[in-house]
């Protein structure tokens, strides 16, 4: 069932109970109308017909016969007269108002007033007024068939109007859903056209700049995948392009972080703001708005997984030791299999930004290599200083490799790693350990002491 068939439901539902309501209170005025109409025409008939019927009595039957005969009927009430032997000798004719209609006799019993009936005795016989509220029944039965069906016509109108209405409501509701869908499948270049709403257009709006600068971001991360791809075996060239690599990274990363990261929360706050403003209104809106916060979310953990491969912001903010820390947690998270022992003593040695950033980059790598070609189940990762330089170690006990395995392109992050470390002077070493696994070794000279630079 669609929200708007449920909205225009609840709103069927909460129109006929109000035109119920209304009805019910029209019957209950009809019922107390008929009978107080009733009761007071019989009480005055029979007031009347007391002095004129003992009067008439006094005559002789006849006398009586020939007055009812002149007078015929009284409203709301059926005369009846009997003989001394309580046979029938006149009763009054049917009513000419509406003749042959009368009410349901349902209706009748809800609205019809209890029998009110007075005798008149005299010598002859007795004369009975019989309250006949059947006239009024009629009138009260078409008023409440005319308020019926003028209901059914607004119930009509009201819900043929809800219904469109309804449609044009939630319809910028759909297209969110569905281009959130669409990102979520790999279409980046999904954009919302302008959405009805001040809420509604505010999430089209922050979307369309989420798309656009995710459109940007991957260009800029494609340009500089195929940058990596084609380094040449020159040195300083390598190390030219290989500064500015890492500033495109680092500019990617930061603004993922800042601006993209900014409008993903800013569209999830305001997709919940939506669902708490609708949760007793329209619960459809409320889970469609939370489907929207619950996109917006998984987004942002996925932005926020790509930027660590981006570049270390970590690195930058809390030196190599916090970053290595970070790695390996982050690691043991996304692989609970996998044991990590880390080891940092740096004592007062000082790295320079780009050395700091190549034994990130070679730990990385390395522990990469070590569970996806290693299949390694434990690692241990060794960072020390000693006579001016700084070593990094990463031993595994996974398969190892053969010699020729380094000339495959599946390990060309290893050969870019030993150019950027040969390129900073340091050395890069990689060998398999006995009884079976693999060792990485790689040693970067410091820039001085925290003494000497101070």
């Known amino acids: 069932m669609s929200l708007r068939l449920k909205i225009n439901l609840i709103v069927v539902a909460l129109t006929f109970v109000f035109a119920s309501a209304i009805l019910a209170l029209e019957l209950r005025s009809m ?75 349902w209706f009748s019993a809800l609205v019809g007033p209890t029998t009110w009936e007075q005798s008149i005795l005299f010598p002859d016989g007795k004369l009975v007024v ?29 819900n043929g109007l809800v219904f469109w209405l309804v ?27 302008p959405l009805a709403g001040t809420e509604a257009a505010a999430i089209g709006a922050a979307f369309n700049r989420m798309v656009r ?26 190390r030219w392009i290989d500064k500015h690599i890492e500033a495109e990274r680092r500019m990617i990363a930061r603004e993922l972080h800042d601006e993209l990261g900014q409008s993903v929360t ?37 932005m926020h997984g790509i930027i660590p491969r981006l570049t270390p912001l970590v690195l930058d903010n809390f030196g190599l030791a916090e970053a290595l820390n970070d790695l390996v947690e982050r690691t043991q998270r996304t692989q609970p299999d996998v044991q990590i022992a880390l080891d940092v003593d740096l004592a007062d040695a000082v790295l320079g930004a780009d050395a700091s950033l190549a034994l990130y980059r070679a730990a990385q790598e390395g522990i990469t290599n070590a ?36 000339q495959r392109s599946g390990h060309h992050g290893l050969r870019w790693l030993a150019e950027r470390v040969q390129a900073l002077g ?19 000279p410091a820039v001085g002491t925290k003494e000497t630079t101070t």
């Open 31 to 105: 019922r107390e109308s008929v009978r107080e109409e009733t009761a007071a025409a019989n009480r005055v008939a029979s007031l009347l017909l007391q002095g004129q019927a003992l009067r008439y009595a006094a005559q002789g039957t006849p006398a009586m016969l020939a007055f009812l005969q002149s007078i015929g009927r009284i409203r709301s009430n059926d005369l009846t007269l009997f003989d001394a032997q309580g046979r029938e000798l006149y009763r009054s004719p049917p009513p000419t108002y509406k003749a042959g209609r009368d009410a349901p006799e």
């Open 130 to 158: 019989q309250a006949n509220p059947s006239r009024a029944e009629v009138d009260a039965w078409d008023y409440m068939s005319s308020l019926a069906i003028g209901a059914l016509v607004f119930l009509v109108v009201v």
């Open 167 to 193: 449609g044009r409501t939630v319809r910028p509701l759909g297209q969110i859903v569905h281009a959130l869908n669409e990102v979520q499948g790999g279409r980046f270049d999904t954009m919302l056209p």
């Open 213 to 238: 600068d995710l459109q940007g971001h991957i260009e800029t991360e494609r340009r500089a995948i195929r940058a990596e791809s084609q380094l040449s075996d020159s040195r300083e060239l390598s």
């Open 266 to 302: 800013a569209m999830r706050s305001m997709a919940l703001s939506i669902a708490s403003r609708v949760r007793s209104l329209d619960p459809q809106s409320e889970q469609a708005a939370r489907l929207i916060a619950d996109e917006s979310s998984r987004l942002y953990d996925a």
């Open 371 to 406: 569970m996806r070609h290693g299949k390694a189940a434990r690692l241990r990762l060794t960072l020390q200083s000693s006579n001016g330089e700084v070593r990094l170690e990463l031993v595994d006990d996974g398969a190892g490799f053969a010699p020729e395995d380094l």
């Open 426 to 444: 340091g050395a890069f070493e990689i060998d398999n350990v006995q009884p079976h696994g693999a060792r990485l070794q790689v040693r970067v």
